[in-house]
Nanobody, 119 residues
């Protein structure tokens, strides 16, 4: 089983930046797609961005240009650089990863890290 640990959340003023990190550990075979999702109070969890092992990225349309996802495959780590933050970005941000090994694919979630953007 893979454990995901997120770092870097916190309180920031509107217009500021934050960088989130997520490190995978445990029984890792091959981490393929990694990604970030977020859930605001009273709302469903939504996609922020994903990145494949080949560094192909996918973003929520509304976040293109402000958020950048990247990864260090050798360190099983994914990052999310968030710029020009607005109060609507306030949410719990969750890391997600696919671990592919003998017999199949296992998907894991992190515990989440709170990001709060003040106006």
């Amino acid at each position: 089983q893979v454990q995901l640990a997120e770092f870097g959340g916190g309180l920031v003023q509107a217009g500021g930046s934050l960088r989130l990190s997520c490190v995978a550990s445990g029984r890792i075979f091959s981490i393929t797609t990694m990604g970030w999702y977020r859930q605001a109070p009273g709302k469903q969890r939504e996609l922020v961005a994903t990145i494949t092992r080949a560094d192909n990225t996918n973003y929520a349309d509304s976040l293109k240009g402000r958020f950048t996802i990247s990864r260090d495959t050798g360190k099983n780590t994914v990052y999310l650089q968030m710029n020009s933050l607005v109060p609507e970005d306030t949410a719990v941000y969750y890391c997600n990863a696919d671990n592919v090994g003998p017999g199949g694919l296992w998907n894991s979630w992190g515990q989440g890290t709170q990001v709060t953007v003040s106006s």
